[in-house]
Protein backbone atom coordinates (compact mmCIF):
# COMPACT_ATOMS: atom_id res chain seq x y z
CA UNK A 1 0.00 0.00 0.00
CA UNK A 2 1.78 3.47 -0.89
CA UNK A 3 1.24 6.30 0.91
CA UNK A 4 -1.69 8.33 -0.20
CA UNK A 5 -3.21 5.04 0.21
CA UNK A 6 -2.44 5.31 3.73
CA UNK A 7 -3.20 9.08 4.23
CA UNK A 8 -6.56 8.63 1.98
CA UNK A 9 -7.51 5.82 3.75
CA UNK A 10 -7.32 7.54 7.31
CA UNK A 11 -8.42 10.61 6.38
CA UNK A 12 -11.51 9.07 4.70
CA UNK A 13 -12.20 6.99 8.40
CA UNK A 14 -11.73 10.21 10.02
CA UNK A 15 -14.26 11.98 8.02
CA UNK A 16 -17.13 9.37 8.65
CA UNK A 17 -16.60 9.98 12.45
CA UNK A 18 -17.15 13.45 12.36
CA UNK A 19 -20.29 14.84 14.10
CA UNK A 20 -21.45 16.93 10.79
CA UNK A 21 -22.60 20.44 11.01
CA UNK A 22 -23.62 22.85 8.83
CA UNK A 23 -20.54 24.84 7.14
CA UNK A 24 -21.34 28.26 8.37
CA UNK A 25 -17.59 28.66 9.64
CA UNK A 26 -16.15 27.62 6.39
CA UNK A 27 -18.32 29.82 4.33
CA UNK A 28 -17.24 32.45 6.32
CA UNK A 29 -13.86 32.12 6.08
CA UNK A 30 -13.87 31.54 2.40
CA UNK A 31 -16.61 34.98 2.46
CA UNK A 32 -13.38 36.69 4.37
CA UNK A 33 -10.80 36.41 1.31
CA UNK A 34 -10.69 39.22 -1.26
CA UNK A 35 -10.19 36.49 -4.20
CA UNK A 36 -14.01 35.37 -3.19
CA UNK A 37 -14.94 39.32 -2.69
CA UNK A 38 -13.59 40.35 -6.10
CA UNK A 39 -15.01 37.16 -8.15
CA UNK A 40 -18.05 37.13 -10.21
CA UNK A 41 -17.67 33.51 -11.69
CA UNK A 42 -17.10 30.71 -8.62
CA UNK A 43 -16.95 26.84 -9.41
CA UNK A 44 -18.30 24.69 -5.91
CA UNK A 45 -18.39 21.89 -4.95
CA UNK A 46 -21.17 19.35 -3.92
CA UNK A 47 -19.94 17.93 -0.91
CA UNK A 48 -20.10 14.02 -0.03
CA UNK A 49 -18.69 11.51 2.50
CA UNK A 50 -17.63 14.44 4.88
CA UNK A 51 -16.69 16.95 2.98
CA UNK A 52 -16.94 20.65 4.06
CA UNK A 53 -20.46 22.12 3.19
CA UNK A 54 -20.30 24.76 1.37
CA UNK A 55 -23.12 25.49 -0.51
CA UNK A 56 -24.25 28.41 2.05
CA UNK A 57 -22.29 30.39 -0.57
CA UNK A 58 -24.97 29.91 -2.92
CA UNK A 59 -27.22 32.63 -1.60
CA UNK A 60 -24.51 35.24 -2.92
CA UNK A 61 -24.76 37.77 -5.70
CA UNK A 62 -22.51 35.48 -8.09
CA UNK A 63 -22.07 33.33 -11.02
CA UNK A 64 -22.23 29.32 -9.13
CA UNK A 65 -21.16 26.62 -11.01
CA UNK A 66 -20.41 22.69 -10.08
CA UNK A 67 -18.42 20.06 -11.17
CA UNK A 68 -19.91 17.47 -13.64
CA UNK A 69 -18.45 14.63 -14.23
CA UNK A 70 -18.39 12.30 -17.90
CA UNK A 71 -16.59 9.45 -18.26
CA UNK A 72 -12.51 10.36 -17.61
CA UNK A 73 -13.33 14.44 -17.73
CA UNK A 74 -15.21 16.84 -15.74
CA UNK A 75 -16.64 20.41 -16.63
CA UNK A 76 -18.27 23.50 -14.95
CA UNK A 77 -22.00 23.21 -15.24
CA UNK A 78 -24.51 26.33 -13.84
CA UNK A 79 -25.61 25.10 -10.48
CA UNK A 80 -29.98 24.80 -10.57
CA UNK A 81 -31.77 22.18 -10.05
CA UNK A 82 -29.66 18.54 -9.10
CA UNK A 83 -29.97 15.19 -9.79
CA UNK A 84 -27.64 12.30 -7.94
CA UNK A 85 -24.73 12.00 -10.47
CA UNK A 86 -21.70 10.03 -11.02
CA UNK A 87 -19.96 8.65 -7.27
CA UNK A 88 -23.27 9.94 -5.54
CA UNK A 89 -22.38 13.52 -5.83
CA UNK A 90 -25.18 16.09 -6.30
CA UNK A 91 -24.51 17.39 -10.34
CA UNK A 92 -27.14 20.20 -12.16
CA UNK A 93 -29.96 18.36 -14.69
CA UNK A 94 -28.85 20.92 -17.47
CA UNK A 95 -25.38 20.30 -18.15
CA UNK A 96 -24.25 22.46 -20.35
CA UNK A 97 -20.77 23.32 -20.05
CA UNK A 98 -19.09 26.59 -19.17
CA UNK A 99 -16.03 28.28 -20.62
CA UNK A 100 -13.50 27.66 -17.80
CA UNK A 101 -11.24 30.47 -18.79
CA UNK A 102 -14.50 32.59 -17.24
CA UNK A 103 -14.04 31.37 -14.18
CA UNK A 104 -12.41 33.17 -11.33
CA UNK A 105 -12.40 30.95 -8.54
CA UNK A 106 -12.51 27.20 -7.85
CA UNK A 107 -13.32 25.73 -4.62
CA UNK A 108 -11.80 22.56 -4.23
CA UNK A 109 -12.60 19.81 -1.96
CA UNK A 110 -9.86 17.30 -1.11
CA UNK A 111 -9.28 13.84 1.10
CA UNK A 112 -5.74 15.52 2.13
CA UNK A 113 -3.81 18.86 1.85
CA UNK A 114 -0.21 19.43 2.66
CA UNK A 115 1.26 22.99 3.99
CA UNK A 116 2.92 23.37 0.81
CA UNK A 117 -0.17 24.04 -0.79
CA UNK A 118 -0.61 19.99 -2.30
CA UNK A 119 -3.48 18.46 -2.64
CA UNK A 120 -5.05 14.62 -2.52
CA UNK A 121 -8.20 13.24 -3.69
CA UNK A 122 -9.84 10.08 -3.90
CA UNK A 123 -7.25 9.17 -6.65
CA UNK A 124 -9.06 9.38 -10.23
CA UNK A 125 -7.35 12.87 -10.92
CA UNK A 126 -10.89 14.94 -12.23
CA UNK A 127 -10.06 18.08 -10.28
CA UNK A 128 -5.87 17.52 -11.23
CA UNK A 129 -6.88 17.77 -15.28
CA UNK A 130 -9.79 20.06 -14.87
CA UNK A 131 -7.76 22.46 -13.33
CA UNK A 132 -4.08 22.27 -15.29
CA UNK A 133 -3.46 25.17 -16.66
CA UNK A 134 -6.77 27.19 -15.45
CA UNK A 135 -5.83 31.11 -14.28
CA UNK A 136 -8.34 30.86 -11.92
CA UNK A 137 -7.32 31.09 -8.06
CA UNK A 138 -8.24 27.36 -6.04
CA UNK A 139 -9.04 27.35 -3.05
CA UNK A 140 -8.79 23.89 -1.38
CA UNK A 141 -11.45 23.10 1.59
CA UNK A 142 -10.89 21.17 4.18
CA UNK A 143 -11.15 20.08 8.28
CA UNK A 144 -8.77 21.39 9.93
CA UNK A 145 -7.39 17.41 11.20
CA UNK A 146 -7.19 16.79 7.02
CA UNK A 147 -3.59 18.90 6.92
CA UNK A 148 -0.65 16.58 6.81
CA UNK A 149 2.83 17.30 7.16
CA UNK A 150 3.53 15.90 3.47
CA UNK A 151 1.45 14.39 0.30
CA UNK A 152 3.89 12.26 -2.02
CA UNK A 153 3.35 14.28 -5.35
CA UNK A 154 3.46 13.67 -8.93
CA UNK A 155 4.05 15.92 -11.83
CA UNK A 156 0.31 16.00 -13.19
CA UNK A 157 -0.79 17.31 -9.33
CA UNK A 158 -2.12 20.90 -9.48
CA UNK A 159 -1.04 23.29 -6.23
CA UNK A 160 -3.91 25.41 -4.33
CA UNK A 161 -3.20 28.86 -3.61
CA UNK A 162 -5.07 29.10 -0.71
CA UNK A 163 -6.49 26.72 1.58
CA UNK A 164 -9.38 27.62 4.00
CA UNK A 165 -10.71 25.38 7.24
CA UNK A 166 -13.01 25.70 10.07
CA UNK A 167 -10.55 27.88 11.72
CA UNK A 168 -8.21 29.38 9.41
CA UNK A 169 -7.43 30.88 5.90
CA UNK A 170 -3.90 29.51 4.72
CA UNK A 171 -2.36 31.60 2.00
CA UNK A 172 1.32 31.03 0.57
CA UNK A 173 2.49 34.40 2.08
CA UNK A 174 0.79 33.45 5.77
CA UNK A 175 3.31 29.53 6.00
Known amino acids: ?67 VTEGEDMSACLVGDVTEGAFGVMEPIEKEAFDKDKIDLVIVPGVAFDKAFNRMGFGKGYYDRFLKDMRAIKIGVCHLFQIVDHIPCEKHDVKMDMIVTERDVWTRESI
Open 1 to 67: MSCKDIIRREMIEKRKMLDLKNGEDFVKNIRNTSCYKNAKTVMLYMPIKGEADVTGLLSDDKVFLTP
